[in-house]
């Protein structure tokens, strides 16, 4: 079982910066795919970045392509989020998520962003925005 924590949300101003970083513990074996989603009051929970294990890989939703990096550290079993120039539409709940299950070759673009892919959730971490 892997238990992921989120850290780094906050109340912030628009235009301004956070680093949002998810920490894995317990019985890591290799999580393939590291996720953000975020989910925002009354809205389903959405796709925001994914990277795999050898970050070789990175996919963006629309809405945050070019102001949010998506980055891990497989030595420190963790994934970052630096999400620049928030916009008040960017306020969330941000969730990480791990993905352990192996994936058939040719097939990590094609599920990077759906939540039922992934194996592992956090609880995690609130963003606000004010305009």
């Known amino acids: 079982q892997v238990q992921l924590v989120e850290f780094g949300g906050g109340s912030v101003q628009a235009g301004a910066s956070l680093r949002l970083s998810c920490t894995a513990s317990g019985r890591i074996f290799m999580t393939y795919l590291m996720g953000w989603f975020r989910q925002a009051p009354g809205k389903p929970r959405e796709f925001v970045a994914a990277i795999t294990w050898s970050a070789n890989t990175k996919t963006y939703s629309d809405s945050v392509k070019g102001r949010f990096t998506i980055s891990r550290d497989n030595d420190k079993n963790a994934a970052y989020l630096q999400l620049n120039n928030l916009k008040p539409e960017d306020a969330a709940v941000y969730f990480c998520?791990?993905?352990?299950?192996?994936?058939?070759?040719?097939?990590?673009?094609?599920?990077?962003?759906?939540?039922?892919?992934?194996?592992?959730w956090g609880q995690g971490t609130q963003v606000t925005v004010s305009s």
């Open positions: 998520a791990a993905r352990e299950r192996v994936i058939s070759p040719g097939h990590t673009e094609g599920i990077m962003d759906l939540e039922s892919e992934y194996d592992y």
